[in-house]
């Protein structure tokens, strides 16, 4: 990339960017992420209602089936992913997102219109392999597609999208019946499809199977016609002529194995922090939280919540370094999910009626003072799962969230990119759905302080981790990080190396 640099526009080319196909050319794809952000969370608001007396008897859950109905996403996301890696090489990264629409549409089709609960099951599969292809598919799309000026703000979109259509669902399931919530969740797969059917492949992609007109006429669409397409065709094609290819013996070389290593302790720790359960679960354990609001409005509030911090993590990720922000991030997690473990294990029960005493003075306003005292700590004390979790969610969005995915996009050699990064996600869906399935026995068998307590440990294992294995990579160039891998002789890394 050395040689490459010095040809890129700096100075007036940037100022001649329209970025307005671009822009719709993102917004067009991250409907995806909306939509995999949507199913995510579709079990909390229905759960509920499933699991309830009043349910359709034909689909009426026990907790092993209600466990395979919150994790079975995850299982299908894996699958999704790998597939994804395969089409994306094979018909590219905009038709792999295309594509993604057929098993939603399907999925939702099923779910709305279950009669039994294997409908409900594969359907729930399916919306997990959509969003399996979208994640491994959309942010290399945008990224190919955007421009340096952009590519951080564009970068973030998928997440801040996905938390979105999280937000969208559990808005939803205030005021619709289930089987619409799943009619819904069709709209923007079909949106989707209908405005990508109108916008271009990467130029790259392009590039790569020798359409060097088409994707010049591409890039113009993309930056606009007063824009020199000529020296980033240069640069995209330099750096798709260069790629290194990567042989077996040489991962086991530090250089290799090191960063792979660090990206799938990331990944799984990210995972077992709690997040995934807690998201899918939301409103039932806001239920056997016993917390005074409807846990539909907790659900919705926390959500609204997670919006926003996703956007505090976005301003602070450039002006803090990578790892005070996982620190903090670990601190955050590690003392609401504590606070969690000692209030879920602690809850107190409701005084019994006690017997009149006659004989006894009148102490009538000392037992309304203690009544209105104790109803009072009992408030405060229903409101703290609200305000952890609330805590919880925000900690995790400032660092485990999105600087999982960022380190694992510096960390990893570009020659090992795609094959390890998909690694990488697989390993995360399935921990996902491990946690997932086994959450609800968990809750059912122990209570809810035992997941919590996992929780915790697991915060603590990961403020270990941060120390110990993940290196600083804020204002490093990536010959920098790879230097690091390769000499290993200093933690962090050295500028002058």
Aim: aromatic share 10%; with cysteine; proline share 7%.
């Amino acid at each position: 990339m050395d040689e490459v640099t010095p040809l890129l526009p700096r100075q007036s080319t940037s100022s001649k960017i329209k970025n307005s196909g671009l822009y719709l050319a993102a917004f067009a794809a991250v409907l995806g992420n909306f939509n995999s952000g949507y199913s995510l969370v579709y079990p909390s608001p229905v759960l509920p209602y499933f699991q309830s007396p009043d349910a359709d008897p034909r689909l009426r859950m026990n907790t092993e089936q209600a466990a395979w109905f919150g994790s079975i996403y995850s299982l299908g996301a894996a699958a999704g992913g790998l597939g994804a890696i395969l089409l994306n090489d094979m018909i590219g990264r905009k038709l792999s997102i295309m594509m993604s629409a057929l098993p939603t549409t399907i999925g939702y089709m099923l779910m709305g219109g279950a009669i039994n609960l294997s409908m409900l099951q594969v359907g729930r599969f399916l919306t997990g392999v959509a969003a399996g292809m979208t994640a491994a598919s959309i942010p290399v799309y945008i990224s190919e597609i955007s421009h340096q000026k952009v590519r951080g703000a564009l970068g973030s979109c998928p997440q801040i999208t996905a938390v979105i259509g999280a937000l969208a669902l559990y808005a939803l399931g205030l005021v619709v019946p289930w089987r619409w919530l799943a009619v819904a969740g069709e709209v923007p797969a079909v949106l989707m499809v209908v405005l990508l059917a109108f916008m271009p492949s990467s130029p790259r992609r392009l590039l790569s199977m020798g359409r060097q007109q088409h994707a010049e006429r591409v890039l113009r669409w993309l930056r606009g016609n007063q824009y020199d397409v000529q020296t980033e065709l240069l640069a995209i094609q330099h750096s798709i002529d260069t790629q290194p290819k990567i042989t077996w013996s040489q991962l086991g070389t530090p250089t290799y194995y090191k960063p792979i290593l660090i990206s799938v302790g990331m990944r799984f720790l990210q995972q077992m922090t709690g997040i995934t359960p807690i998201l899918v679960y939301l409103e039932p354990i806001f239920k056997k939280s016993n917390v005074p609001l409807p846990p539909r409005y907790d659900a919705a509030i926390v959500g609204l919540v997670r919006l926003g911090s996703i956007a505090v993590a976005a301003f602070l990720m450039d002006k803090a370094g990578r790892k005070a922000l996982l620190y903090t991030s670990s601190m955050l997690m590690f003392l609401s999910s504590l606070t969690l473990t000692m209030v879920s294990h602690t809850t107190p029960c409701p005084p019994g009626p006690a017997p009149p005493n006659h004989t006894a003075p009148d102490y009538t306003s000392h037992n309304d003072f203690g009544s209105t005292f104790m109803s009072n700590a009992q408030t405060a004390g229903s409101i703290l799962p609200i305000i952890c979790t609330v805590v919880f969610i925000f900690g995790y969005a400032m660092g485990w969230g999105p600087i999982t995915w960022l380190l694992m996009s510096e960390v990893l050699p570009l020659a090992a990119r795609g094959k390890a990064s998909g690694v990488c996600v697989t390993i995360s869906w399935l921990t996902a759905f491990g946690l997932t399935h086994g959450f609800t026995h968990l809750v059912d068998t122990y209570g809810l302080y035992a997941p919590y307590l996992l929780f915790t440990v697991v915060c603590v294992v990961s403020l270990l981790f941060n120390a110990v294995c993940i290196p600083e990579t804020r204002k490093r160039s990536l010959e920098e990080i790879e230097n690091y891998f390769r000499t290993g002789r200093t933690f962090t890394i050295n500028r002058s190396s």
